[in-house]
């Protein structure tokens, strides 16, 4: 694992390179909390978690260290990951407009709840979603909105059967999308060609500045959310309600929706695979997550084990 120097969360740093960690160096101090992404760091591509990863959590669970996911997944996909992996709660979904605790957890004065309590919602405002809609239209991207915890697609989206396969949840489908946008959605994504997202991303943020928050989840995917609204500003929100100081989480991500969280927890680790700005805005660059990365990740800064061995970006 190498430790990069920190960024600007705009990207402005562009190198990465840095003064070699020794994996069993602890940190100066104990971290208490790890806030970990989804696909692309412990969910490789084609829907399953490696066993280093699996028995890395386990046994950073088992020193007292809580593990939480932080996704732009909907909270309803998330679930099933969450409980197969023994994490705790609360969920941070939707790039962070949605925070919600885990079915039959609390960590605060509410009763167990079959859904699991919602802490924070923040939705999108309508007629900036409908707008949203109407651009990635007009650019050749295939629009779904996120309702009320529900996946609404339009009747004729390409990619319906791929989204509903990779996120695990049956779409409502509808014939106009836009109909449906009278009420405020949590989140609206588009599905394009892959790299099409990321070579649009600094034109939609000019359009849509301080009225949505836009980033790129996956190569193939542009999201909205509300303005503000991002994984690290839903990890500070979540490390203050756990009692966790911010220098003591560490935090593991893979892609632009990340780069925020990255940024702001104590120990930031970068996936290899990242994009370069990405990697920029962390503390730490890990191996890939065909190299069980985020395993190496929990091992070096939690576990405190053997060196990594050389070669890990």
């Known amino acids: 694992m190498s430790r990069a120097?920190?960024?600007d969360v705009a990207g402005a740093r562009t190198d990465v390179a840095g003064a070699r960690t020794d994996a069993?160096?602890?940190?100066?101090?104990p971290i208490r909390l790890v806030v970990s992404d989804l696909d692309g760091t412990l969910l490789r591509g084609d829907l399953t978690v490696s066993p280093r990863v699996r028995q890395a959590i386990d046994a950073t669970q088992a020193r007292g260290v809580s593990v939480l996911v932080a996704s732009g997944r909907m909270y309803r996909s998330i679930v099933p990951w969450a409980q197969e992996l023994g994490l705790g709660g609360p969920v941070i979904a939707y790039q962070g407009?949605?925070?919600?605790?885990?079915p039959g957890r609390t960590t605060g004065p509410q009763p167990p709840q079959a859904a699991g309590a919602l802490l924070r919602h923040r939705p999108l405002d309508a007629a900036v979603a409908r707008e949203a809609v109407a651009w990635c239209l007009g650019r050749g991207l295939d629009p779904h909105a996120n309702i009320d915890d529900q996946l609404v697609m339009s009747e004729d989206d390409r990619n319906a059967a791929d989204y509903e396969r990779s996120s695990g949840i049956e779409?409502?489908?509808v014939p106009d999308l836009m109909a449906e946008l009278e009420r405020w959605p949590t989140k609206i994504l588009a599905a394009g060609a892959s790299g099409r997202p990321e070579a649009l991303l600094d034109e939609v943020r000019a359009t849509f500045r301080g009225r949505a928050q836009v980033t790129v989840s996956h190569p193939e995917y542009l999201e909205f959310t509300a303005p503000g609204v991002t994984k690290g500003q839903a990890l500070r929100w979540v490390a203050r309600r756990l009692r966790v100081p911010i220098r003591q989480v560490l935090a593991i991500g893979d892609q632009y929706n990340d780069l925020e969280m990255l940024a702001a927890a104590g120990h930031g680790v970068a996936m290899g695979q990242s994009?370069?700005?990405?990697?920029a805005a962390a503390r730490y660059v890990t191996g890939s997550i065909d190299e069980d990365g985020a395993a190496r990740a929990l091992e070096a800064l939690v576990l405190g084990q053997a060196e990594l061995p050389e070669g890990v970006a």
């Open 275 to 279: 994009p370069l700005r990405v990697r």
């Open 24 to 29: 069993g160096q602890a940190p100066d101090e």
């Open 5 to 7: 120097p920190r960024a």
């Open 171 to 173: 779409a409502r489908f």
């Open 97 to 102: 407009a949605y925070v919600r605790e885990l």
